[in-house]
Structures are given as C-alpha cells and as structure tokens.
C-alpha cells in the first residue's frame, strides 16, 4: 500500500517558478519509477516528467523540457519537480505518480496516484 502526497503548487505570474514536492509512503520498495503528470480542464492527462528511482533517468515532455526538471531523494522517498519559466499553459493540477516498471512507462501502468496539487500561471 503507497501513499503519495503533493504539495508546493499555487498562483503564480508568467515567468515565475514553482517547486512541487512528492512525499512517498508505504510500500514504497515496490515502485522503480515517479512521475509527474498534468490535467488541465477540458483536456487530456498527460506525462510531464519521470524519473527512476535507481538509475536517476529521466523523461520529460517537450513541451517542459528546458524549464521543468525532476530530481529525487531516495533517503526521504521524495520526488521533487521544479518548475521555471512558467506559462500559463502549465496551468493544471498537477499529480503524483508510482509504477513497478521504469521511467519510460505509459501512464497506464501507474499504479498509486497522488490527490493532485493546483499549479495557476496567469498572464
């Protein structure tokens, strides 16, 4: 059983930068990979980033690449996504996520999600 809580989002303006933090708990052990994803109103979730727990690969879309980066602390079972240059297209909640496979899996094998945390950009 894993619980993942998000936290760190808010409003900000065009340009600004936001840290999101992901703490994990429980059967953490199991997992070999986090990612972050986004679903802003009316449209698709999507992967943002990934980011292996052992290797440290990553995955980012191309829409964040440049300006997003994951990182992770594997002695706090942590995940962090920081978030510069933001536009007002990142606006989402944006969520945490555990799989067994690796960072290049599809969102269908997430397996353990977070409630979401609120990311507002305005122009």
């Known amino acids: 059983q894993v619980q993942l809580v998000e936290s760190g989002g808010g409003l900000v303006q065009a340009g600004g930068s936001l840290r999101l933090t992901c703490v994990c708990s429980?059967?953490?052990?199991?997992?070999?990979?986090m990612g972050w994803f986004r679903q802003a109103p009316g449209k698709e979730r999507e992967l943002v980033a990934a980011?292996?727990?052992?290797?440290?690969?990553?995955r980012y879309a191309d829409s964040v690449k440049g300006r997003f980066t994951i990182s992770r602390d594997n002695a706090k079972n942590t995940v962090y996504l920081q978030m510069n240059s933001l536009k007002p297209q990142d606006t989402a909640v944006y969520y945490c996520?555990?799989?067994?496979?690796?960072?290049?899996?599809?969102?269908?094998?997430?397996?353990?999600w977070g409630r979401g945390t609120q990311v507002t950009v305005s122009s």
């Open positions: 996520a555990a799989n067994r496979q690796g960072a290049t899996a599809r969102m269908g094998a997430y397996d353990y």
């Open positions: 429980g059967r953490t052990f199991s997992s070999y990979a």
């Open positions: 980011i292996s727990w052992i290797s440290g690969i990553t």
